[in-house]
């Protein structure tokens, strides 16, 4: 599914940048551009790097 049409970025790569240390939106950005068309993906991203966050919490 993708989170970003405008730079047609899907779930799977936002959790691998998320894996790989991209810890805000911005971040997610510089490494794949979603985030820097539109806009519209900007809440979805917050909630993937949220719901990641709680994962690390949870296994913490």
Same mark, same amino acid.
Do not use: P, Y
């Given at each position: 599914m993708f989170v970003c049409i405008? +730079? /047609?970025v899907t779930e799977? $790569?936002?959790h691998e940048h998320i894996c790989?240390? /991209?810890d805000t939106a911005d971040a997610i950005? $510089?490494?794949c551009g979603a985030g820097w068309g539109c806009g519209t993906?900007?809440?979805r991203l917050q909630e %993937?790097? %949220?719901e +990641?966050? @709680?994962v690390g +919490?949870? @296994?913490a």
């Open positions: 405008c +730079r /047609a799977s $790569e936002v790989q240390g /991209a950005g $510089e490494r993906c900007l809440d %993937l790097l %949220l +990641r966050t @709680a +919490r949870s @296994a």
